[in-house]
């Protein structure tokens, strides 16, 4: 897939995420296939403000990958200024944020706002396009629509490309329905047919498997998918869906060993680059994604989060991969590795993380 001149491998991307994708989690994923990884959204204000040493940080790749910074704001003038900052410390792609439902990014009428002042948000792709070299494409992530009176889409990402955005993500939501509900994949199909085939569309919203991809593909005649939430813990997504665009065989689900050596690198990544105030989270964090499905992770995540240290929980995630090593051992217990009441309290925490998470991004 080209953006603007820039070449992108076959694979998905991952979507950006507020305290998700920051540059270990990045990492991972590009290791494991992800054709392009976005930072999560950067306020222009914070940015032009001083803010930029969080950009030189976490917003930038291992390797000279290319990745995408994404912003967002309200002013144009100050959305092209950070668009400049995020240039000048390597971005390859900057994408503007148009589709963020919490009340916080909405209060100030940033984010999926501006989805109800096309005027405005054209203006603000126009003048990012003029601040920032022709080399770097610039790209808008939006939604459905406002609302399911105001489902234009289709409208918006033509103005949008009007004023020079380069690729178009449509995650198939309203602004209203926030994370619930299904997702529209007829507001990514209008999008597709409503754009010049030379400006990449991608589709966006509950790919959780290798048949969601499809499907996403076959009813919207995207050109690439994002993925978003299933990527944590389960990075190797991004490396089937590039073996099915490759056309090879889908690789086998990860072996313990192959999920205890990503988790391991994933903790490295984080003691290497996290802030140092943030390092120990980060870790429960990685434990808490990597455990998911496996045999004893609910008993590990309630014991990761009341460790203190960051030896503690690295010490705590070693004993629970070869205590599964150990199990797998012995003949037949890899099959059924989770027993029923484990699995039952697995979606209890899951829908409760999940339900608390979209609560603070929506709500903010
Ligand atoms: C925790 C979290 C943080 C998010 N942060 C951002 C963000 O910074 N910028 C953005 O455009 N979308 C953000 N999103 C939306 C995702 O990029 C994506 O559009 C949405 O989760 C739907 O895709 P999925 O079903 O694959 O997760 C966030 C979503 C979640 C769950």
């Not at 990860?254 to 390092?279: D, G």
């Not at 099959?335 to 709500?363: F, I, L, S, T, Y």
């Amino acid at each position: 897939m080209r953006i603007g001149s820039v070449d992108i491998g076959p694979g998905a991307l991952l979507a950006p995420m507020e305290a998700v994708t920051d540059l270990p989690f990045r990492t991972i994923c590009e290791e494991l296939g992800a054709a392009l990884t976005y930072t999560e959204f950067l306020s222009a204000e914070a940015l032009t403000r001083g803010a930029e040493k969080a950009l030189t940080r976490m917003s930038k790749s291992l390797g000279g990958r290319k990745f995408a910074v994404q912003v967002f704001g309200r002013d144009p003038e100050v959305v092209a200024r950070a668009a400049g900052l995020a240039a000048d410390i390597g971005a390859s792609v900057l994408d503007i944020n148009m589709g963020c439902p919490a009340k916080k990014i909405t209060g100030g009428m940033c984010g999926s706002a501006l989805m109800r002042e096309p005027e405005l948000a054209r203006a603000m792709v126009a003048a990012v396009r003029a601040a920032i070299p022709d080399a770097i494409p610039v790209t808008v992530k939006h939604r459905a629509g406002w609302d399911d009176l105001s489902l234009n889409a289709a409208d918006f990402a033509r103005q949008m490309v009007d004023a020079g955005a380069a690729l178009i993500t449509v995650h198939g939501r309203t602004r209203a329905q926030g994370f619930s509900g299904t997702v529209r994949l007829s507001a990514i199909a209008e999008v597709r047919l409503a754009l010049p085939t030379t400006i990449p569309v991608v589709g966006n919203g509950d790919i959780r498997s290798v048949d969601d991809y499809l499907v996403m593909k076959r009813e919207t005649n995207c050109d690439a998918v994002m993925i978003g939430r299933a990527a944590r813990g389960n990075p190797w997504l991004f490396r089937d869906v590039r073996a099915l665009e490759e056309g090879r065989p889908l690789p086998p689900a990860p072996a313990i060993t192959e999920q205890h050596a990503v988790w391991r690198h994933h903790a490295e990544l984080v003691r290497e680059h996290s802030p140092p105030k943030m390092v120990l989270h980060e870790l429960r964090k990685t434990l808490a994604w990597y455990s998911r499905g496996l045999f004893g992770g609910s008993d590990l995540r309630s014991r990761c989060f009341s460790e203190r240290s960051s030896d503690a929980v690295l010490d705590l995630g070693e004993r629970f991969f070869a205590n599964l090593l150990a199990r797998e051992a012995h003949a037949g217990v890899a099959a059924d590795p989770v027993p029923p009441e484990e699995k039952w309290r697995e979606r209890h925490q899951r829908r409760a993380g999940d339900k608390e998470e979209m609560e603070n991004v929506c709500d903010g």
